[in-house]
Nanobody, 114 residues
Framework: QVQLVESGGGLVQAGGSLRLSCAAS????????MDWYRQAPGKQRELVAT???????GYVDSVKGRFTISRDIAKNTVYLQMNSLKPEDTAVYYC????????WGQGTQVTVSS
């Protein structure tokens, strides 16, 4: 069983920044990809950012140019740097691992005030 533990969420004013972390209990070197999802109240969970085993990254259009996904393989940790935050970024953010099966973290709340 793989554990994913997110941290770094909180309350921030619009225009501010936060960095989310996702620490995995196993190596992230050989997994297929790591993702960040988010789910706002009353909305479906959406894929925000992805980093593949090769280090390629991808983003949903609404966060391009503002969010950056990265990883530290030695620390088994994936990050999501979020800049220029907007109230519509408010959501619970989840870390997701794609390997032989899918694993999810417990989520971390991000609230952006206007």
């Amino acid at each position: 069983q793989v554990q994913l533990v997110e941290s770094g969420g909180g309350l921030v004013q619009a225009g501010g920044s936060l960095r989310l972390s996702c620490a995995a209990s196993r190596s992230i070197f050989t997994i297929n990809a790591m993702d960040w999802y988010r789910q706002a109240p009353g909305k479906q969970r959406e894929l925000v950012a992805t980093i593949t085993s090769a280090g390629s990254t991808g983003y949903v259009d609404s966060v391009k140019g503002r969010f950056t996904i990265s990883r530290d393989i030695a620390k088994n940790t994936v990050y999501l740097q979020m800049n220029s935050l907007k109230p519509e970024d408010t959501a619970v953010y989840y870390c997701h691992m794609r390997s032989n099966r899918d694993y999810w973290g417990q989520g971390t709340q991000v609230t952006v005030s206007s």
